[in-house]
């Protein structure tokens, strides 16, 4: 586990500050939930995959809450990888919605519902 | 098994029927029966006093019982240790053989290496001979030589906790007889074939060699072995060679399926084979022929335990001989081992393979001898083994009256006198046993070589109703005179070298004091002219009368009328010596006469053949047969005793009166096939034809031509049951275990994802509020534990 104390930079500190965790959880938990209901309620490829973006940077904002709240490096450094991630997994997802809006010249994700089978 | 079973039922129940005395009255007849139900000796009940069962059959013959066994330990000498080099001869030459086979190079050269290689084990086995074979008469010690270690296993240091099986050598009188003749006719046969092969040069020529090459290699491991598990590798060699070449001409379904059934049934015995070698393992504790003969030579008859375990050992061991020697139920599989080339028949039928069993009867007589397994059963095996070998030689001289395929005779001719040679060792004389292999080999090799030198010469002609007058075609004199010695000999001729070692079983049979071994040899004596009668059948057609040539289907090939399925060695066609006549369609057919090599195999052997009579003739004067000699000093003498006691046969000089016996009955026999066949033959001819058309007579021309329809038989009772349950299993497979249970488990998941499948709109979004809905349900109880846990 990296810390700030093992890096020698910054003093060891006790794990506190519980009103600002529970703001920024409670922030996370708003920013995850927006995005779960734009995904459940939108058609449009596009926009559920936007809500699929909100729903990832609420999960880091989480990671960053709860590193600032052990004093621990490894939260920051895990956005980090979300961050690696995201930017991939959008430009292929962003090809994919392409991909699928050339085969059915449209957006909707119903369009693909035959795929159940 | 179940047949041998029942003959051995069979004899016991002859014993009991000929025990009885003209004075025994009904009660004790009663008694007898009982008795015989229990398994005890008849005699004792019959002669009124209820003796011991054991004391009463060595009472009754002294035929099992020959007193204690005589036993010399053997030495170890590694001066013989060039001995190897015997076996690894004819292994070169396998190898080099299989590789220009696998390679497919053309050319002589793998007959030049097989003949030079057995010409080698040849030249090391008579100097073998006279090496060691003055020290083996004057001491009568066998000879071990270590060659290698194969299989030496010790799991505890008790008698039971140890294996050895090594690779090494036992030479004993008939170990060394075996040797002889069995690589100086390899020679040669592999001579003859370099010749009657070459029609074959550009296909199989260095298979067949390769063949040849293994065949004799694992004879050689066969017979030199010093124990039970070497043996019984050359015993599955031989039978995977005699496989491989029966099954040559492999494009002809024919052959293979002979191939197949030759294998077939030698597996039945070989399985016999095994049994028995496990067996003596447990009973022994070791497969070394050496230590075993000292613990049976050591043992007493009163002493023997171990009950069914060992008594059934020497019937397993005569399964084995059943097969691999072509006797009793598993005959059938030689007559059509004829698919093969001739030289291969020769091979096959004289010097290799069915002397195997031969030798394994006279190796392991100490088995069967009252010390090894007690007085019943000694008895017992010994009949069962003298029955099998006399019905086999009745049945199969009787079958040999109704071929026309003059190889099939010689085929079951050789079936007849192997039953000669099973039954002299049934009946108590190893020697003379041994003396008919030996002198069978050299007329047997002689009688398939002319055949084929004939078959080759006519285009694969092998029926003699086809052919005739022989004796006038220019280039066939040679071969003719050399049959006729060979049928001379075959229907034991007086004073031929086959009749004095033939009269040698019929003399021991005639003058025993069981009543049975005297049926037998009764029996034997009506072969013997049989014999003579199909014998000399075959040799009239073919040699005298006018002369008619009808080619067989060797030469149709050349024309492309490859229509004609017969017989084996018309697969040599083609671009072979007959393409010089091959236009010559029918009436212009030149005969292709036998060239140098096979002229001179020929000759060689017809001189073979004569002089194998020699040891009996110098008997006289030198006062010792040399043969004998070499069974003097041979496990198969082990339990010598009474077998060259003479008695009297009719109350008359034994001697003497089986020799006018025999002569008459031989003479009766050669007149017969004169009338039919030489001096009328339209007689012979109206005679069949009558007899067929006659209702009470039809079965006997009939069935002699189907070998008395023991083949279909055997299909009845196995191949068609076997057949059905194939069908029934078939039917399971394709409609039970297919189409229930297979396609049951197949489509279960199917029929499971049809159920839920509903549940699976397509809709993400719908996947998505299930995903979310299985997180609140989480979500949720967490909540509730944490509230319940903390308000605790």
Known sequence: MITLASMGSVAPMTPAMPANIQVTLALAIILFAIGLVGFLTRRNMILMFLSTELMFQAAALAF???????????????????????????ALALGLVVLLYRRKETLSSEAWAELKE | MSTVAIIALASAFVTHATAHTPTASMEPALLTTLALALGDGAQAVADGHVADAAHAVHATSGYADVGPLHFVKAVANTDFAWLKWMLLAPLVSVILCGAMAMFKVKGRLPALFTVATFGLSTAMAIALYFQFGPTLFATHAPLTVPFMDWLSLTWGPGPFQSFTANLGFYIDGISMLWMLFVTVLATLIALYASEYMESDLKAGYARFFFAVSLFVTS?????????????????EGVGLCSYMLIGYYATQPGATAAAKKAFIMNRIG?????????????????????????????????????????????????????????????????????WGPTPVSALIHAATMVTAGIYL???????????????????????????IGCFTAFIGATIACGQFDYKRVFAYSTISSLGYMVMGLGVGTAFGGVYYVFTHAWFKALLFLTAGA????????????????????????????????GCLWLATAPFSAAAESKDIILLTALTSNVQQVQWMGWIG?????????????????????????????????????????????????????????????????????????????????????????????????????????????????????????????????????LFVIATSVVVAGFLLAWIL?????????????????????????????????????????????????????????RFVIDGVIVAAI???????????????????????????????????????????????
């Open chain 1, 64 to 90: 960053v809450a709860f590193g600032r709240m052990w004093m621990d490096l490894s939260g920051q450094l895990m956005v980090i990888f979300i961050l690696t991630v995201a930017a991939a997994e959008a």
């Open chain 2, 219 to 235: 004879m050689l491991i066969l017979v030199m072995s010093d124990n039970l598990v070497g043996l019984y590798l050359g015993w």
């Open chain 2, 270 to 338: 070989d399985l016999g084979l095994a049994l028995a070698i496990f067996l003596i393992w447990t009973n022994y504790g070791t497969v070394q022929y050496d230590s075993l003969f000292q613990a049976i030579a050591g043992s007493t008859s009163e002493a023997v335990q171990g009950g069914w375990s060992k008594a059934a050992i020497p019937f397993l061991l005569l399964l084995a001989v059943c097969g691999k020697s072509a006797q009793g139920p598993l005959f059938t599989w030689l007559p059509d081992a004829m």
């Open chain 2, 361 to 387: 009867l006279a190796r392991m007589a100490p088995f069967y001898t009252v010390q090894a397994i007690g007085p019943e059963w000694a008895e017992t095996a010994l009949l069962t083994v003298g029955w």
């Open chain 2, 454 to 485: 004939v078959m080759h010469g006519m285009a694969g002609q092998v029926d003699f109703r086809k052919l005739g007058g022989l004796l006038r075609v220019p280039g066939f004199r040679l071969t003719m005179i050399c049959m006729l010695l």
């Open chain 2, 525 to 657: 004596v009506l072969t013997a002219g049989i014999t003579a009668y199909y014998a000399f059948r075959v040799w009239f057609r073919l040699a005298l009368g006018p002369v008619k040539i009808e080619p067989g289907a060797d030469q149709h090939a050349d024309h492309g009328h490859d229509d004609h399925a017969g017989h084996a060695d018309h697969a040599h066609s083609g671009a072979d010596a007959h393409a010089g006549h091959g236009a010559a369609h029918g009436g212009g057919f030149h005969p292709h006469a036998p060239g140098f090599r096979i002229s001179l195999v020929l000759t060689l052997l017809a001189i073979g053949s004569v002089l194998a009579g020699l040891p009996s003739y110098l008997a006289h004067s030198q006062g010792f047969n040399w043969i004998q000699r070499f069974v003097q000093n041979s496990s198969a003498w082990m339990r010598a005793g009474n077998s060259e006691e003479h008695g009297q046969i009719l109350g008359r000089d034994a001697h003497s009166t």
């Open chain 2, 677 to 733: 066949h030489a001096k009328n033959r339209a007689l012979g001819d109206r005679l069949r034809a009558s007899m067929l058309n006659t209702t009470g007579l039809k079965w006997i021309p009939l069935g002699s031509e189907h070998g008395w329809y023991v083949d279909q038989f055997y299909n009845a009772i196995i191949g068609v049951p076997a057949w059905l349950g194939a069908q029934l299993l078939a039917f399971t497979d």
């Open chain 2, 746 to 792: 197949g489509r279960f998941p199917g029929f499971v994802a049809r159920v839920f499948q509903p549940l699976y709109t397509g809709t993400v979004q719908s996947y998505a509020l299930t995903m979310a809905g299985g997180i609140g349900l989480i979500v949720a109880w967490v909540v509730w534990v944490w509230l319940s846990g903390g308000a605790s």
